[in-house]
């Protein structure tokens, strides 16, 4: 079955950039929607936005201006990068897949998560 | 943005009790697009429910949803001891997509 995994940087600087990539494992990225979603420790879970494997995106608009998500189709993976970092962007990061129906956005299966910090 | 809000923030029972979960939209989910999540600490978050009532593959019939317009339910029908977590429901019937606060289901 399809299996995701994020990686990236655990630490980031204030006013930096956030990179993270999640690598699809056990299916092909083609045809469905893929997502990335945070969770802040503690917190409740918010949407970043979603890329679909020909490159188009759909962004939640309170990150919008932060945010770029692509895709790398020969290497079955979709990329996070968030800019001008905070400390309230510091959460844990997670990527999920959505269905290939454009309409049908539920989340299955997500990623393990991975803790990003955002300090000094 | 569709705000959804879930009462009760905390529901504290036995194992082989009843557990009843809302889910409250600020307007209507159009098409019942409504989702379920089960998550426990450390982990990530698993999908129970889509279109509102729809269970996920391998999720017990002991998870029932319902609910359509902006009120929807999570049922589990007999609490067993996996079952104690925090259920998010999600909307996705207009973007941006949104979550819920969480009910924390507990062992009382």
């Known amino acids: 079955q399809v299996q995701l995994q994020e990686s990236g940087p655990g630490l980031v600087k204030p006013s930096e950039t956030l990179s993270l990539t999640c690598t699809v494992s056990?299916?092909?990225?083609?045809?469905?929607?893929w997502n990335w979603i945070r969770q802040p420790p503690g917190k409740g879970l918010e949407w970043i936005g979603y890329?679909?494997?020909?490159?188009?995106?759909n962004y939640n608009p309170s990150l919008k201006s932060r945010v770029t998500i692509s895709v790398d189709t020969s290497k079955n993976q979709f990329s996070l990068k968030l800019t001008s970092l905070t400390a309230a962007d510091t959460a844990v990061y997670y990527c999920?897949?959505?269905?290939?129906?454009?309409?049908?956005?539920?989340?299955?299966?997500w990623g393990q998560g991975t803790l990003v910090t955002v300090s000094s | 943005e569709i705000v959804l809000t879930q009462s009760p923030g905390t529901l504290s029972l036995s194992p082989g009790e009843r557990a009843t979960l809302s889910c409250r939209a600020s307007?209507?989910?159009?098409?019942?697009?409504l989702a379920w999540y089960q998550q426990k600490p450390g982990q990530a978050p698993r999908l129970l429910i889509y279109?509102?009532?729809s269970r996920a593959t391998v999720i017990p019939d002991r998870f029932s949803g319902s609910g359509s317009g902006t009120d929807f339910t999570l049922t589990i029908s007999r609490l067993e001891p996996e079952d104690f977590a925090v259920y998010y429901c999600?909307?996705?019937?207009?973007?941006?997509?949104?979550f819920g606060p969480g009910t924390k289901v507990d062992i009382k």
């Open positions: 999600q909307q996705y019937g207009s973007s941006p997509f949104t």
């Open positions: 307007q209507s989910v159009s098409s019942s697009y």
């Open positions: 279109g509102a009532s």
């Open positions: 999920a897949r959505s269905q290939w129906e454009p309409s049908w956005n539920w989340f299955d299966p």
């Open positions: 056990g299916g092909s990225i083609s045809s469905y929607y």
């Open positions: 890329i679909y494997y020909t490159g188009s995106t």
